[in-house]
């Protein structure tokens, strides 16, 4: 069994603000597939500028479309693990916790956990590529194919609410996630391989700010030198018992 140290779960219950920051390893254990591991990571076997790019989409919709098809699909056979549920009940155990999320799979709510900050949009829904603006797929005629055209402008497609390479992230989830990391005394990395900006700033905001950076991966990432500490293993191992020695009572 992984140690966690008493001074992580002191600092965890003493601090007035602690960030989660979770990536595609915090779903790996539910049965989805990171991105930048080799042999199982989707960029193994699909190039992301084919696939995840505005201009992929524009020059190919449909195999986008599919692409994003197929893994909606796979979302609906798989369920959150107990790293997701562990952080929705870390939320209610903690003062000041925020969790912000790179990952677009929801898990994180379907776990139970509230204001998720969503730094790469959601899977689940869906936008019109030209003016942004949300669209209900049910009210649409379409296949499961191609991408349904948009409500809200003549030219425009329908396309999952992700931010691809090279698009803005949402403002507004950008400054909470920024200003949560930047004052807090605790941050989590977990499951991500630290490469991705602006997210992968964010630890480092966090550590200019004083903060204890605390890195939760089986593997070691460009986080892993500069945090304080570094907990190797599984998101689904080493959450829940986290959880477990912040329930226990303190001396
Ligand atoms: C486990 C585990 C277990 C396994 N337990 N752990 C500065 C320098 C260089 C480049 C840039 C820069 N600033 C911006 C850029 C460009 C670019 C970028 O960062 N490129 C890098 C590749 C270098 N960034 C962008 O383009 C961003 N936009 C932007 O900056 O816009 C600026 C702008 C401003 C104003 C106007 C216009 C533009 C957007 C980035 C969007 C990323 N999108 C994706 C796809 C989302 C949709 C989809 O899902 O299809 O987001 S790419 C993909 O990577 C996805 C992820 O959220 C993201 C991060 O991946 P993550 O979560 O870290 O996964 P992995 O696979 O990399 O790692 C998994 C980890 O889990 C591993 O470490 C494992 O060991 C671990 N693990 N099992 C715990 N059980």
């Given at each position: 069994m992984i140690e966690i140290s008493l001074q992580l779960i002191k600092a965890l219950k003493q601090a007035d603000s602690v960030v989660a920051s979770t990536g595609a390893g915090t779903s790996a254990e539910s049965g989805i597939a990171t991105f930048?591991?080799?042999?199982?990571?989707?960029w193994s076997r699909f190039r992301p500028e084919d696939l995840a790019t505005p201009e992929a989409f524009e020059k190919n919709p449909q195999r986008v479309w599919e692409w994003y098809q197929w893994r909606r699909e796979q979302l609906r056979n798989v369920q959150p693990n107990p790293g997701h549920h562990a952080l929705a009940k870390m939320a209610a155990m903690l003062n000041g916790f925020t969790l912000i999320t790179q990952?677009?799979?929801g898990l994180h709510q379907r776990a139970g956990s509230q204001e998720v900050i969503e730094?790469?949009?959601?899977?689940v829904r869906n936008i019109c590529h030209r003016s942004r603006l949300e669209v209900e797929l049910e009210h649409l005629e379409g296949d499961q194919h191609s991408p349904p055209r948009s409500p809200?402008?003549?030219q425009g497609l329908v396309r999952p609410a992700v931010v691809w390479f090279g698009e803005a992230l949402p403002q507004a989830a950008l400054e909470s996630a920024i200003q949560a990391s930047s004052r807090c005394q605790v941050f989590l990395s977990i499951?991500?391989?630290?490469?991705?900006?602006p997210a992968a700033s964010l630890a480092e905001m966090a550590r200019q700010a004083g903060s204890l950076v605390v890195e939760i991966n089986p593997a070691s990432t460009p986080l892993s030198s500069h945090a304080d500490m570094v907990l190797q293993g599984k998101s689904g191992e080493i959450l829940p018992r986290i959880l477990e020695l912040l329930a226990e009572p303190s001396d």
């Open positions: 930048r591991q080799s042999q199982t990571g989707l990952n677009v799979d730094l790469h949009g959601s899977i809200h402008h003549r499951g991500t391989s630290s490469i991705v900006q």
